[in-house]
């Protein structure tokens, strides 16, 4: 029986193909990993690359999409497609409309390959790798940046080269394909942050907000954010509200590099979700966190946690409230395990909408083979009836 449960961590159980699903995609179990990174639309989420030492080439230059309805994983774009990236291991990776923006990376041994290289990656329709060529002052190579996209603009912000740390940002122009340096960061003669990789970000109109993050021998404290000032080219630094009922680490969530973050809307603004992690000390999380970007305050979800301590994962967000939690690294006394699993959790009440297309996606599994046209004659509403059909479009074009 269908059971509404938000807030509630579970693994989402894969399923394989038929013999008959000819032109579906490749069908995959994924093999565990750990430096991909993830990204979702109402659909699929999709996961590019990652680093696995047991297999015999240890990176996986790849990109994979799971289906929300169908449950199944298949390959988009394997190794051996033409213009896949090698770098494929702490890139940097985003969303816009139906359009992946790929950008940096290492391959292996970390740090000795680099990349400051700028991918398009089409995933439906004619599915396509594109790399941009690029002109102006191009960012260093580096590996561990955060990305966003912002009007026609692609934002790249810190990252390494495995022995320096920057807090630069610089902007592409996706319309032109130039480079600016739009802010050098130096903490020696301004309140800049400290240079850093593996940091999460997450924006609004006015500013970026900086998650973490660390150095090889650091990781930064979250009670006190950097923030970028999009209008007035700068940083500075806001204080956060700690949860009032946690008592450890002053209700603040502990510094840590290597976890998960993403923003969805929610009903007082946008939410920033951050879960596991790791501390250079060998201290490993499996919490799960909210922020408020309106009013910077922390909340700890008590009553969520991560099936087991978690780093070099990555997280998507649906938009509608639903958070999914892709491989990463475990660990315990004696064992370091990369993993494959797959786990979903609702951080919001949703529209009651969505609950009702949950249960019915639940009682009516088959309903993805339906067409558009049957779809919408039985009443099923236009949105949901897009969401099966979605990617026979070719997505965004810059």
Known sequence: MYEFRPFELTQCQYKKYGKSSIGRGI???PKARSGHRCVANESDLFSF????PDID?????????????TKKWSIVFSSNSEEMPKESVSNALTLKDNCLVLYGGTGFPFGEKRSNETYLIWPYGFRKIEKLPTRGDR??????????VRG?????LGGTSGHDFTCDIHRLNLNTRTWELLYQSNENIRDDPKGRYRQEIAYDDDYIYIFGGGTQDTSFDMDRIPVYNFHQNRFTFIPTKPDLAIKENGGYPEARRFHSCVQQPGDNGIEVIIAGGSKQD???FDDIWKFNLSTHQWQLLTKSKLPYVLYFHDAAAVGNGLMYIFGGVTTNTRDVVRKNDLHKIWTQIPKLTEICWEAVTFYHPNIVDQSKEQLLSVGIPR???DRITHGRNSGAIF
């Open 282 to 284: 060998g201290l490993y």
């Open 383 to 385: 949105k949901f009836a």
């Open 49 to 52: 690359g990652g680093y696995n």
């Open 27 to 29: 069908n995959c179990i």
């Open 57 to 69: 080439t240890k990176l996986l230059p790849e990109l994979l999409k799971f289906n929300f309805l």
């Open 152 to 156: 026609h603009y692609l934002y790249v």
């Open 139 to 148: 960012p260093e190579e580096l590996y561990g940046q955060s990305i966003l």
